[in-house]
């Protein structure tokens, strides 16, 4: 494992797991911004993002709310590249583009604006589950004609079915749900 990662594993391994109607959610600060995030784990994840992608090739960061915003954030900050969030809520713009989110647990509609015709994006989140919301957000920047660079997940649930995602996405650790606790790969 990449070291600068281990304290976000050793974390990980201590989250509460907590049902969400027969789905296994951890809480954590990279996924629920609690307990706390520690800024040095919210820094080795930009750094293990910059560290995996060529942000030189990319003009906009796109995050959905709420809880790809601190990631998105973070990496914005130390690359200087624009920050687009994906909202849960309409703005009426002309532009704008609505998709439907199925999560594992959950559904929403999600709207983007602010990403044009040929941007190069890279589209960032905290974790990925069943994929649905890479999906609909990947489906948002098809409409719009953005070219997508990469995607990046801070964490890669193992243990849930994403074999409906098409696409390929990049993850910094990989882990499932054990006995009640989360489990990180090496
Ligand atoms: O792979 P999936 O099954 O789609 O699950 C992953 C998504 O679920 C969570 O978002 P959620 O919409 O629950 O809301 P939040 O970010 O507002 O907490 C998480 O932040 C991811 O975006
Ligand atoms: N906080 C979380 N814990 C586990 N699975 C998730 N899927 C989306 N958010 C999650």
Same mark, same amino acid.
């Given at each position: ?8 594993? $050793? *974390?990980? $391994? ?5 049902d969400?109607d027969g789905?296994e959610?951890?809480?954590? +600060? ?11 784990? #919210?820094?080795a994840?930009?750094? +293990?993002?910059?560290? $995996?992608? /060529? ?10 709310e ?21 909202r849960k ?7 704008e ?7 594992s ?6 709207? #983007? ?5 040929g ?9 990925? *589950? *069943? +994929? ?23 964490? $890669? ?6 074999a409906?995602?098409s696409? /390929? ?9 054990r006995? +009640?606790q989360?489990?990180?790969l090496?």
């Amino acid at each position: 494992m990449d070291p600068t990662l281990e304290p976000l594993a $050793r *974390s990980l $391994r201590q989250a509460p797991v907590v049902d969400r109607d027969g789905y296994e959610y951890f809480v954590h +600060g990279v996924t629920d911004g609690i307990p706390p995030l520690e800024p040095a784990v #919210l820094c080795a994840v930009a750094d +293990g993002i910059r560290e $995996r992608v /060529d942000l030189e090739s990319v003009d906009k960061i796109v995050a959905p709310e709420a809880m790809g915003i601190h990631h998105g954030t973070a990496l914005s900050i130390a690359t200087d590249v624009p920050l687009v969030v994906v909202r849960k809520r309409s703005y009426g713009f002309p532009e704008e583009v609505a998709v439907h989110q199925e999560t594992s647990y959950g559904e929403s509609e999600l709207y #983007l604006n602010g990403v044009d015709a040929g941007d190069r994006v890279l589209l960032v989140d905290d974790v990925l *589950s *069943s +994929g649905g919301t890479i999906e609909a957000v990947c489906d948002a920047l098809e409409a719009v004609e953005a070219e997508l660079v990469d995607i990046v997940v801070v964490l $890669r649930r193992v243990d849930v079915d994403h074999a409906d995602v098409s696409r /390929d996405v990049t993850s910094l650790l990989d882990v499932r749900v054990r006995d +009640g606790q989360v489990d990180v790969l090496e």
